[in-house]
């Protein structure tokens, strides 16, 4: 059974920065493209990040700028999103989603932006 | 970038009555490779989004025959033949032939 456990989700500061992580289980998480999607409080999904499967690709949203990176450790199952000069509008619960075609999700994970 | 639109955003259905919901992206979705990256994603109240459909037409293992897509090149319909009440929730389709976009989604209720 595929598993994707997201941790990391906290309360942070205005300008402040936060890793999330994914921890895969259930499939050869190696063989898989990995993605971020998020979904703020009472509104929609949006994609945030993808990873292909060496790592050697990475592709991010446009609202991104810069401040996310991505990234994973095959020898782990576990997938990271680094978030950096985090802004209000980035509060969401961050959903780690399996294989180029999303095909399952985990739970999520929290993030609030507040002072 | 892509943008998808659904349509209606809202939609009340009585059980057992048939429901569809329209999702047009700004460009073509068909990939390169020739295939077309268009998915459908049901989220049920309080959880995690669930796949439904892939490449289309494509149903998930475990999704009931009542659920079925179709469409090609910016047009496409996710279909629910008869509506149970297991259905509500909100529906998005998903492009990923050009990078990924979702659409707003469908708010399903039952009336």
């Known amino acids: 059974e595929v598993q994707l456990l997201e941790s990391g989700g906290k309360v942070v500061q205005p300008g402040g920065s936060l890793r999330l992580s994914c921890e895969a289980s259930g499939f050869p998480f190696r063989t898989y493209s990995m993605n971020w999607v998020r979904q703020a409080p009472g509104k929609g999904l949006e994609w945030v990040s993808t990873i292909t499967n060496t790592a050697k690709v990475t592709y991010y949203a446009d609202f991104v700028q810069g401040r996310f990176n991505i990234s994973r450790d095959n020898s782990k199952n576990t997938l990271f999103l680094h978030m950096s000069s985090l802004r209000a509008e980035d509060s969401a619960v961050y959903f780690c989603?399996?294989?180029?075609?999303?095909?399952?999700w985990g739970q999520g994970t929290p993030v609030i932006v507040s002072s | 970038d892509v943008v998808l639109t659904q349509s209606p955003l809202s939609l009340p259905v009585t059980v057992g009555q048939p429901a569809s919901i329209s999702c047009r992206s700004s460009q073509s979705l068909v990939f390169t490779d020739g295939n077309t990256y268009l998915n459908w994603f049901q989220q049920r109240p309080g959880q995690s989004p669930r796949r439904l459909i892939y490449?289309?037409?494509n149903r998930d293992s475990g999704v009931p025959d009542r659920f079925s897509g179709s469409g090609s090149g910016t047009d496409f319909t996710l279909k629910i033949s008869r509506v149970e009440p297991e259905d509500v929730g909100v529906y998005y389709c998903m492009q990923g032939s050009h990078k990924y976009t979702f659409g707003q989604g469908t708010k399903l209720e039952i009336k």
């Open positions: 989603v399996k294989g180029a075609q999303f095909g399952n």
């Open positions: 490449k289309v037409s």
